[in-house]
């Protein structure tokens, strides 16, 4: 966990035209998991549009 907060804080100060902004981190679930918020990517994943390009 230590791990994820160290990469959410290098986020947090990364602010780049092509990298999708960071905005913070909130509990998901009764498990008291943690998931990173970030702006809406209007045409999927990275993975997605690689994918479609071939």
Excluded: C
Excluded at 7 to 25: M, R
Excluded at 39 to 53: F, I, N, P, R
């Amino acid at each position: 966990i230590r791990d994820f907060w160290k990469e959410a804080t290098i986020l947090s100060k990364l602010q780049h035209p092509n990298v999708v902004t960071f905005y913070g981190i909130v509990k998901d679930g009764p498990g008291g998991t943690f998931a990173t918020v970030t702006e809406y990517m209007a045409h999927g994943s990275l993975k997605d549009v690689l994918q479609q390009k071939g």
